[in-house]
């Protein structure tokens, strides 16, 4: 795990963790039900340009689940939804508001793989808005790897990544840092843990290689918001002996 993966993300999920799951939001009066929606057609979005679909017997890994956006909507879809996440007080918000999600395993993770989810066990992993925040991309190389790991045969990944270095570097914005002083204004945003870092998809191509999957689909090469769609295939190489 990066140093402060952790405390950065505990960190703002103390501060404001639902404007920090989405920033679109208010920072200081975040709109919940909007929130909620809005995790639900950001849900759909993904499904659709990824061209995949989930259905009521699957189990869903959901790597980066914050405080359950997108979580609540797949558990509504799935048998099983493993929700992973490196911050404590996220999966607390989570926990204290998706009290009824009892088809969800919420997971602490490690910061840098799937630890906790078994080998061959997921139907399907998604992510989404968080790979873009994790300042070391051989991490999110990583979690690549892991996906070929906890998927079954013939089960897919769906994630985001950012294939644009320049949104990565940090900005100066005219008095956002002493409203953050004031506590008017968020945070840690040019932190490495928010500023993240940018992939490379010849590399993400290897990790998966790696892993053992295909890729299957890539949108939006070249921008922050590229989706990434791998296959594992249907049946497994037996290890030479």
């Known amino acids: 795990m990066a140093p402060d993966m952790r405390g950065f993300w505990d960190r703002r999920a103390r501060e404001s963790p639902f ?6 939001l208010d920072y200081r009066t975040p709109d919940l039900p909007a929130f909620w929606a809005q995790g639900e057609r950001d849900l759909a979005r993904l499904l ?3 061209r995949v679909r989930v259905t009521a017997a699957d189990t869903v890994v959901e790597v980066g689940c914050g405080v359950g956006r997108l979580t609540r909507p797949l558990s509504a879809r799935v048998a099983r939804v493993l929700a992973v996440d490196v911050s404590h007080e996220m999966l607390a918000v989570a926990r204290e508001h998706s009290p009824e999600r009892h088809n969800v395993t919420w997971l602490l993770g490690d910061g840098e793989s799937l630890s906790g989810v078994d ?3 997921a139907d399907a992993c998604v992510s989404h808005v968080v790979f873009q925040h994790i300042p070391d ?3 999110t190389l990583g979690y690549v790897r892991e996906m070929g790991r906890v998927l079954r045969p013939g089960g897919w990944a769906a994630f985001q990544v950012s294939n644009d270095p320049a949104v990565h570097r940090p900005r100066a914005r005219a008095g956002s840092g002493l409203r ?3 506590g008017r204004g968020p945070r840690g945003q040019s932190a490495p843990e928010w500023l993240g870092s940018a992939v490379d998809l010849d590399e993400l191509r290897g990790a998966a290689s790696d ?3 295909a890729v299957e689909h890539i949108e939006g ?7 990434v769609v791998l296959r594992a295939p249907l049946t497994r190489p037996i290890p030479e002996s």
């Open 19 to 24: 404007f920090f799951v989405d920033s679109r």
């Open 137 to 139: 991309p051989a991490v």
């Open 119 to 121: 080998d061959g066990s």
């Open 180 to 182: 953050a002083l004031l």
């Open 48 to 50: 659709s340009q990824a």
């Open 211 to 213: 892993g053992g999957l």
């Open 221 to 227: 090469e070249g921008t922050q918001f590229c989706l």
